[in-house]
């Protein structure tokens, strides 16, 4: 296992969950209460309860399967719960619509790349700047002095954001020529633009080679330390994992089997036998 890049002390809240030291005291961005999902009888999420400080990086792990992504859906109200809470910076979002969320705080990027490849990189990452238009309807249609000056103002943001990745000199390219890597970091960039309080990451690091993932986890750290967000990425490479998550929640089979930090979850019997299975034994031996 490689080094980590982060090395936080992670404290006990009442609600049974952990978060960072810099953190305490202040409310979690995201706290689910008893959160759960049926599909027809099936019940994909069970009792879900978790708590994510303002500036925590977490990760969510478990077999393919689990109801990881299921769980993102719900955060983000792609499905509405059958039971239990969703809390974005204290606030409850029952009833709320995806883009009604989204306006609270919250953002993601999916397991399958969602890009609009006909447009440029630029353009794409506009659309993640809708939230945050200055202009009404009639003076964009004729052309207002507010319309230009929004217009001036999102190419800049666009280009500052892009910055992050490298990417403003891809401003004028068309998404869906771009290698695989760079549409992953188009789609985080874009979650950036709509001014998120925790960022949700699907998978970010898949396809990429170990380059890629490299500055790819030097970025998530860059993110939340420019921001000032929260992070909660799913992903399947336990290096990147360990690597730069302070706090990790494991699923199976769509209920919570362990909680805590790195070294915790690598010496976790239940999570050994679930998902680690004989390379956990092994680094673990």
Known sequence: MKKRLVDTKMVPLPSVSIVPERDVGKRPVLETRHLGIEFGGLKAVEDFNIAVGPTEICGLIGPNGAGKTTVFNLLTKVYQPTTGTVLIDGKDTSGMTTEQANRMGIARTFQNIRLFGNMTVEDNVRIGLHNQIRYGMLQGVFRAPAYWKAEKQMHKRSLELLSIFGMQDMADVKAGSLPYGAQRRLEIVRALATNPKLLLLDEPAAGMNPHETEELMQNIIKIRDEFQIAVMLIEHDMNLVMGICEGICVLNY????????????????????????????????
């Open 254 to 285: 769509g209920r919570i089997i362990a909680k805590g930090t790195p070294e915790e979850i690598q010496q976790n019997p239940a999570v050994i036998e679930a998902y680690l299975g004989s390379q956990g034994r092994e680094e673990n031996a």
